[in-house]
Structures are given as C-alpha cells and as structure tokens.
C-alpha cells in the first residue's frame, strides 16, 4: 500500500481539527480552480421548464450558449475541446439525492454527453457515476443513458456506518480524526474517507453535475459538497447529529485531495429548479423553478453564486438568510448550517470565494 503524502499533505481545516490527505495525482492546467478562477456563467431560459416539464430545447441552448461562454471558444465543439480530447476517459458526478423534484436531469445529461462526443469522446469512454448502486437506479439514470455509455458506484448500497470499502481505494484517502458516536477514534477505517476506485482508477478527466440545493448541515450544497460527499465513503462523520457538525472543515478537506482537486476539470450547476429550505431532499413546498444553469471550473465561485440565489430565494419567500436561520424541525435540525465551507475552501486555494473578484456573467435567453 501506498502511503506517501501528497502536495497538500497536512492542512488545518477549521477549529482545531486537522485532516491528513495521502493521495497523488499527475498534476495538469485544469487542476481547480482551473482556467477560469473567479468565473461563473449564468445562463436563463424562462422556457427550460414548463408545467413542471423540462423542456429540451432550451436546455440544449442553454449548455451550448454557457460552454461557450465559459471558454471564449469559437463554438460548440471546440468548447468542449478545451478540456477533453480523444484517449480521455470522462466521468460525470450526477447528484440523486433530491429525486425526483430535483436531481440531475436527463436532458442536461444528455446534452453533456453530446458535447464529449463532439470533441472525439466515445460514449464506452464516457462514465456516469453516483456513490450508492441503488440511488443511482431509483433515479433512474439507467433507463435514459445512451447506448455504450458506461455506470459506476462507490458501492451497492448504503450501509449504518458507510464504512465498507469494497469499491474505494486504500491509498487516497482523507484522514481527520472524527467518528461518529461510539466510535474508537484510533480506527483507521472509522477515522478515513477512502476515494472511490471510479476516481482514482477509471477515469482522467471528472465532470462535476450538481444540484442548486440548501442543505441543512451543510448551509448549500452545489458543486463542492457533491464532490466531497459523493466521491469518497464514510462521510456521515461530518454531520453525525444536529450538534456534531464538522462540514466547515470535511468538505475542503476532501476536495483537497489531489486526485479529486486534479481530475474535476469542469463543474456544471443544474439550477433548472433549485430547493431554498429542507435540504438535501427536495420536499415539494421548498422547491422553486430558478431556470438557471451554471458553469465554472472554479468550484468555490460557483457555489459563492448558488449560495447568493438561495437566499435570494429565501428571503422573497419571508425565510433568514440560510447562515442566519433557526432549526425548523422536521425540516431543518442541525444547529446552525456551515455555509463556510465554502470561504474555507477559497482558503485553501480551490477557488475564489471573494465576491468582488468573481466575473459572473449572467446571460438571458
């Protein structure tokens, strides 16, 4: 087994816990923030949604018109080239969680799918991952695949401890001591989030679809928080009750690791409908059509923006700020949300959190 220490081999994350990465990942320009620090494009379409109804078309125009966009590339196809080209092996992070009111949509998957296929990725070298094997069917993103398009999980299902590492690689891993209650602190498989053997061993290049959400330990999750929680095991740790919430210092910790900060090149935020209150799950009352998408390769400025239009939201409908607001059971229990997980992460480098210094450049269509 391979325990060197990778380039950001020890690292304080917050409040006196500290976290050891053992990782290592060949490095190369698209490493976050990416090319484009500080850049976030949002595209609107009042007609990508209607009657509860995603409407392709205007989805497609949407992805086309922000890769575009995002890259200053000449078209559609070389958009994509900027980051990908032939011999890659793509994987793209789909978000299940909030389904079926807000998850990672078909048409959008579909088209993302398009644009690798434009810049010369075959679909056997394009995979579609999410952490449990049984959320990712009760999804559905099985049935609406094309054809030769590959899928892979973490693991089968989830399990009490989310300690199993059939499908996890022992030699990334993020290592903070934190356990869940009742836990021996000195066990390395409770004390270690292990990477998935999807981001270490199958792919080069990872896409990272996310999902507008408030979430109610985490204050938002976007595009970080569905790296951290999706791409490595033994995540429950970080928000083990309403008063053991340690997501501030586990989420920038995870995404810290080489292998995933080096491999997610591209982050896409499907805001098509977004959920402000309740989260992560997506209950019918809290959800509400945003008909917005994101794109970046800085993850930090991106989820800077989804965090500003969820309050935005909150507040049109009478709610706090989300860094401000009470528990609201059974809603919300935790405590107090950790939106700083975001500005912690800016912190470390994985992109820039200061407002002033993001480009965002809002598009109508």
């Not at 590959?150 to 590492?165: F, K, L």
């Not at 799950?281 to 930090?300: C, I, L, N």
Request: aromatic share 8%; with cysteine; hydrophobic share 40%.
């Amino acid at each position: 087994m391979n325990h060197s220490i990778g380039r950001r081999d020890w690292m304080l994350a917050s409040a006196s816990l500290t976290a050891r990465l053992s990782s290592q990942a060949q490095s190369n320009k698209f490493a976050m923030p990416g090319p484009f620090r500080g850049r976030v494009v949002a595209v609107n379409h009042p007609g990508s949604v209607v009657n509860g109804t995603y409407q392709a078309e205007p989805i497609r125009n949407m992805l086309h018109r922000g890769m575009v966009e995002l890259t200053g590339a000449g078209g559609w196809p070389e958009a994509w080239k900027f980051f990908f080209q032939p011999g890659d092996v793509v994987g793209i992070k789909l978000n299940p969680v909030g389904r079926p009111h807000v998850m990672s949509s078909p048409e959008t998957v579909r088209e993302i799918i398009a644009g690798l296929n434009a810049a010369g990725i075959p679909n056997k070298d394009i995979i579609l991952y999410d952490r449990y094997k049984a959320e990712f069917y009760q999804a559905g993103f099985d049935r609406w695949a094309p054809d030769g398009v590959r899928s892979m999980w973490g693991t089968a299902a989830n399990d009490p401890t989310q300690q199993r590492i059939d499908g996890y690689d022992p030699d990334h891993y993020m290592d903070m001591a934190l356990t869940p209650p009742g836990q021996d602190v000195s066990n390395l498989t409770a004390r270690r989030s292990y990477c998935a053997l999807f981001i270490t061993k199958h792919v080069n290049k990872l896409i990272n679809l996310g999902v507008l959400k408030d979430h109610q330990s985490a204050g938002v999750t976007i595009a970080l928080k569905n790296l951290s929680h999706g791409l490595v095991n033994n995540v429950a740790r970080s928000h083990s009750t309403p008063t053991l919430n340690a997501c501030n210092a586990f989420i920038p910790a995870v995404v810290s690791l080489p292998v995933i900060r080096e491999k997610a090149v591209l982050h896409i935020c499907d805001g098509i409908r977004g959920v402000y209150h309740g989260g992560p799950f997506a209950k019918p009352q809290f959800v509400w059509e945003h008909k917005t998408m994101y794109f970046a390769t800085d993850p930090v400025a991106m989820d800077r923006i989804g965090w500003d239009a969820i309050d935005a939201q909150r507040v049109a409908v009478g709610k706090k700020p989300l860094a401000e607001d009470l528990p609201d059971p059974p809603n919300t229990n935790f405590i107090r949300r950790q939106p700083e997980h975001v500005e912690i992460a800016g912190a470390l480098g994985l992109g820039e959190y200061d407002r002033k210094k993001i480009d965002l450049r809002r598009i109508q269509l």
